[in-house]
């Protein structure tokens, strides 16, 4: 059974950055896409990127177009999403989740990770 864990949120000022991971474990994500979602209190879960099992196709949610980037590392087993000029409406608990067939940004994913507290405060 395929099982996923976020790591690498945190507390950081607006426009700082940090980069989650997402690691693998119980199975080989090379035939997953992999998408990250967030939610945050009062909210809906929401995608936020995704990104094709071969790694040639990624989308994002306009909301972190040109600040965010997912990519995946086949030899570690990982996803990451590098988040850059953070603002504080980008703080959530952010979710790894990987199913086979097309990445999309619907929650429609068979795998889901605990979750990752990013805080966006100054």
């Known amino acids: 059974q395929l099982q996923l864990v976020e790591s690498g949120g945190g507390l950081v000022q607006p426009g700082g950055s940090l980069r989650l991971s997402c690691a693998a474990s119980g199975g080989t994500l090379d035939y997953y896409a992999v998408g990250w979602f967030r939610q945050a209190p009062g909210k809906e879960r929401e995608g936020v990127s995704c990104?094709?099992?071969?790694?040639?196709?990624?989308n994002y949610a306009d909301s972190v177009k040109g600040r965010f980037t997912i990519s995946r590392d086949k030899a570690k087993n990982t996803v990451y999403l590098q988040l850059n000029s953070l603002k504080p409406e980008d703080t959530a608990v952010y979710y790894c989740?990987?199913?086979?067939?097309?990445?999309?940004?619907?929650?429609?994913?068979?795998?889901w990770g605990q979750g990752t507290q990013v805080t966006v405060s100054s």
């Open positions: 990104i094709s099992s071969s790694g040639g196709s990624t």
């Open positions: 989740a990987a199913k086979r067939g097309l990445a999309t940004m619907l929650v429609l994913y068979a795998h």
